[in-house]
């Protein structure tokens, strides 16, 4: 189930140092200048790689996408 959260909660959750896996869907061009601490390049045209990337269905996943909102 996918669920929304803000820049607010995620930053509290970097903050707090929870366990999660944080993927950037940027190209990796703009990963590579700026990123999230602990964020992995997962660029849009790969996204559907990501189950052999984090293999345990119970695990929280974030996926962000860097925008001026």
């Known amino acids: 189930m996918a669920t929304a959260i803000s820049r607010d909660e995620l930053y509290e959750k970097l903050e707090r140092h929870d366990a999660?896996?944080?993927?950037e869907v940027?190209?990796?061009?703009?990963w590579r200048k700026h990123h999230l601490p602990t964020?992995?390049?997962l660029p849009l045209e790969e996204l559907?790689?990501?189950s052999t990337l984090v293999p345990d269905k119970r695990a929280?996943?974030?996926?962000?996408?860097w925008n001026f909102t």
């Open 39 to 41: 964020a992995r390049s």
């Open 48 to 50: 559907s790689t990501i």
């Open 60 to 65: 929280e996943i974030v996926v962000y996408c």
């Open 26 to 30: 940027l190209p990796r061009m703009y």
């Open 20 to 23: 999660f896996f944080l993927f």
